[in-house]
T-cell receptor
Framework: GAVVSQHPSWVICKSGTSVKIECRSL??????MFWYRQFPKQSLMLMAT?????????EQGVEKDKFLINHASLTLSTLTVTSAHPEDSSFYIC????????????FGPGTRLTVT | SQQGEEDPQALSIQEGENATMNCSYK?????LQWYRQNSGRGLVHLIL?????REKHSGRLRVTLDTSKKSSSLLITASRAADTASYFC????????????FGKGITLSVRP
């Protein structure tokens, strides 16, 4: 149980285009989902926290107009990287917290974004 | 911002040996969690230890927490080549609406 999927697993796009990444909780309802960014050989940096039905809370330094997050249902959150540039190339990982739980997060397998 | 700082940054051991990884943090925590990440993959939750706990076991894993020193250690006993991965500690500073702050990670290589 507690499986989180991400789609796509990797994507290559041209500079200036937008890319949408989906994060789904497959067998549980996730009231809260988190989006992280990870550069090669570095740690995960929290980008934003999204609660179902409300606006995402972005971490300091993360541009909300560039990284659009929509948590439309209890099983789906999307991250859209708008007008992507090469510096946006990174590994994006989502996680989900189960309704009623406070501590544990279940992580997706990640999405490798390469902007050319 | 990052809170946890693991050491060593890289560790290479022989299969069968024990691996000890340390994590230090700066602020008060509600709990501390350890995760494993295989190259280019997502994170796998290993173990969670609450601030009122001092030691916890799960299979070949042993985690300790010293809140007075703001540090934690992860011990993997009888290591296997399959344990080769990056290991992260993550601190959770609040109860409700909690979020995790990850350390920089330790790269563990287990030689067969």
């Amino acid at each position: 149980g507690a499986v989180v999927s991400q789609h796509p697993s990797w994507v290559i796009c041209k500079s200036g285009t937008s890319v949408k990444i989906e994060c789904r909780s497959l067998d549980f309802q996730a009231t809260t989902m988190f989006w992280y960014r990870q550069f090669p050989k570095q740690s995960l940096m929290l980008m934003a926290t999204s609660n179902e039905g409300s606006k995402a809370t972005y971490e300091q330094g993360v541009e909300k107009d560039k990284f659009l997050i929509n948590h439309a249902s209890l099983t789906l959150s999307t991250l859209t990287v708008t007008s992507a540039h090469p510096e946006d190339s990174s590994f994006y990982i989502c996680s989900a917290r189960m309704a009623g739980e406070y501590y544990e997060q279940y992580f997706g397998p990640g999405t490798r974004l390469t902007v050319t | 911002s990052q809170q946890g700082e693991e050491d060593p940054q890289a560790l290479s051991i022989q299969e069968g040996e024990n691996a000890t990884m340390n994590c230090s943090y700066k602020t008060s925590i509600n709990n501390l969690q350890w995760y494993r990440q295989n190259s280019g993959r997502g994170l796998v939750h290993l173990i969670l230890i609450r601030s009122n706990e001092r030691e916890k076991h799960s299979g070949r894993l042993r985690v300790t927490l010293d809140t007075s020193k703001k540090s934690s250690s992860l011990l993997i006993t009888a290591s296997r080549a399959a344990d080769t991965a990056s290991y992260f500690c993550a601190t959770d500073t609040t109860g409700a609406n909690s979020k995790l702050t990850f350390g920089k990670g330790i790269t563990l290589s287990v030689r067969p």
